[in-house]
């Protein structure tokens, strides 16, 4: 069973950091395509970063390019998502997904597997 469980969210002033953690099981990180998605309150969900199967990254939301990053650690099987010089607009709550193919894009449709999700609250 393919699962994602993200943790690392919390309270956090603007300007601040964060990280959050995505941890996989079931599968093997390595062969899929991983995304960032967030949902910001009263708001859809929206893709801020993708990388694939390669570890390329496929997509970055021009939002949060130059101060979010998006590493992983093969051994732990783990993904993590820095956050640095945060702003109460990245408040939201912070999925990570991912999927064996998605055919090149980022597209949230194209992603079968999902967290639970880990609240980000930036105050100002």
């Known amino acids: 069973e393919v699962k994602l469980v993200e943790s690392g969210g919390g309270l956090v002033q603007a300007g601040g950091s964060l990280r959050l953690s995505c941890a996989a099981s079931?599968?093997?990180?390595?062969?899929?395509?991983i995304a960032w998605v967030r949902q910001p309150p009263g708001k859809e969900r929206e893709a801020i970063v993708c990388i694939s199967s390669s570890d390329d990254i496929i997509y970055y939301s021009d939002s949060v390019e130059g101060r979010f990053t998006i590493s992983s650690d093969n051994v732990k099987n783990t993904v993590y998502l820095q956050m640095s010089n945060l702003k109460p607009e990245d408040t939201a709550v912070y999925y990570c997904?991912?999927?064996?193919?998605?055919?090149?894009?980022?597209?949230?449709?194209?992603?079968?597997?999902w967290g639970q999700g880990t609240q980000v609250t930036v105050s100002s």
């Open positions: 079931g599968f093997t990180f390595d062969d899929y395509y």
């Open positions: 997904a991912a999927d064996i193919n998605t055919g090149g894009g980022c597209a949230l449709t194209d992603f079968g597997s």
